[in-house]
């Protein structure tokens, strides 16, 4: 959890911590950003997870029972309540499928007299950066300790500089498919109106006569709206 509070002030900075006691296993990220599929990425988490354990020599029915946690700033099941627990059921009967594995999902900003005041103390603290005990002063001198460790600085300015040369990359390179993926339908619609047929024209560019046809299709219908 010291890990999690620590990288939680550096946005951006991997904020993954994994630790495998005795009988269970854990995995914990802060998620600080919106994510548009949390469910798959927990999945991703345990499959990490488990082929870590299992390439450690153990074999699948000695698997620790597996704990996936995210600790998040959104709500992403609009229900209000600060702890979300999922397992594996079957929809039949609604039993538990005893896989030894639970996805618990944290929210910062919920609402729920249930939870414990130690586990309220840190939601409180990664919402609104305020220590109310024992546990959140801890996080916090950790938090002022990573800030002063300038390796660790270095690499949160490594990992921002190559997320956004990551995206700057990316943007480029889909901009390159949309001008080239323009100008290969501009010549398919060219030799359309010059008379050529479908299957000629799929033969000539090495495309296929569904796609050929689908491309004019679309240009028809742009044409038809704008009349």
């Known amino acids: 959890i010291l890990y999690i509070g620590a990288s939680n002030m550096y946005v951006g900075f991997e904020p993954t911590c994994t630790a495998h006691p005795e009988k269970k296993a854990y995995t914990m990220e802060m998620q ?3 994510e548009p599929d949390i ?6 988490y345990q499959a990490n997870m488990d082929l870590s ?9 000695d698997l620790n029972e597996g704990i996936v946690i995210f600790v998040c700033t959104k709500d992403y099941f609009g229900r209000n309540l600060c702890k979300y627990t999922y397992e594996n ?6 039993e538990a499928l005893q896989d030894r594995m639970l996805k618990i999902f944290l929210n910062a900003k919920g609402e729920d007299p249930r939870i414990s005041e130690k586990l309220q ?3 409180t603290y990664i919402s609104s950066n305020e220590t109310g005990g024992e546990l959140t002063e801890r996080i916090e001198a ?17 990992y921002n500089l190559a997320l956004e040369q990551s995206k700057r990359e990316g943007k480029k390179e889909g901009i390159k498919e949309g001008i080239k993926k323009g100008k290969k339908e501009g010549k398919i619609i060219a030799r359309y ?3 050529m047929s479908v299957s000629e024209i799929a ?9 050929v046809q689908g491309v004019i299709q679309e240009n028809e219908a742009e044409s038809e709206m704008e009349e």
């Open 32 to 34: 600080a950003w919106d």
């Open 142 to 158: 950790a938090v002022k300790l990573a800030r002063k460790d300038s390796k660790m600085q270095m690499e949160y300015l490594g």
């Open 53 to 61: 354990l299992l390439t450690s020599g153990m074999h699948y029915q």
């Open 121 to 123: 103390e840190l939601l």
């Open 39 to 44: 469910a798959a990425r927990s999945r991703y």
């Open 89 to 94: 059921r079957c929809r039949e009967t609604g």
């Open 203 to 211: 033969e000539r560019m090495g495309e296929s006569v569904d796609y």
């Open 193 to 195: 109106e010059d008379g």
